[in-house]
């Protein structure tokens, strides 16, 4: 009842998420198609932890904390695919891109030990007794890919695939990165 009572922990989401297609088939063998994607949120949380009820010795005098984290991700995606039968021979190109993109805003805010017991506030805390923090990033990633499809008469296959990236998180002169695949059966 104590705990109940005296400490007090709020915590809130605001998300918003969607996403939107577009296809157009331009022929019979043929379209092109745009996906667009969004995830964001803001999540807000606040803590005040009475005295003498807290684990922490530094936070006998009491603790409160506030912090609120802002998230965003992009995602872009375009492809276009070709799709024809020639004689015994079944053929697929697909082409296509990405972009994604991911922002993080984080602020943090924390107080303990104050000098008036049973006053919450970060202007009842010495310097030493407050912590104060902000961390931002953002990261993209852009792709390309591309996929070749042939199969005869329904009885040999072939799959050659492949696709390259580009991140913002490894150094400039690496943050490039290729990986094929071939692939083949009979059946």
């Known amino acids: 009842y104590w705990i109940v009572n005296k400490n007090h922990l709020f915590d809130n989401t605001d998300r ?71 004689g015994d021979f079944d053929l697929n190109l697909l082409l296509g891109t990405t972009f994604d993109e991911t922002k993080t805003d984080r602020v943090s805010m924390m107080a303990y030990n104050f000098s008036v017991p049973n006053f919450l506030s970060y202007a009842n805390a010495t310097s030493d007794n407050k912590q104060f923090t902000h961390g931002a990033s953002k990261r993209r990633l852009v792709g390309t890919f591309g996929e070749f499809r042939a199969s005869w008469k329904d009885m040999i296959y072939l799959t050659v695939s492949g696709r390259n990236d580009w991140t913002s998180t490894l150094p400039v002169e690496n943050r490039s990165y290729f990986y094929p695949s071939v692939s083949g059966s009979v059946v």
Request: overall charge positive.
């Open 16 to 86: 918003f998420t969607g996403s939107l297609s577009i296809k157009a088939d331009i022929t019979k063998w043929w379209f092109l198609q745009y996906k667009v994607g969004i995830d964001k949120y803001t999540q807000t949380s606040s803590n005040r932890l009475a005295p003498n009820g807290v684990l922490k010795q530094v936070w006998q005098n009491g603790m409160m904390s506030d912090n609120t984290t802002r998230f965003q991700y992009l995602s872009h995606d375009f492809m276009t695919n070709v799709s024809q039968r020639i």
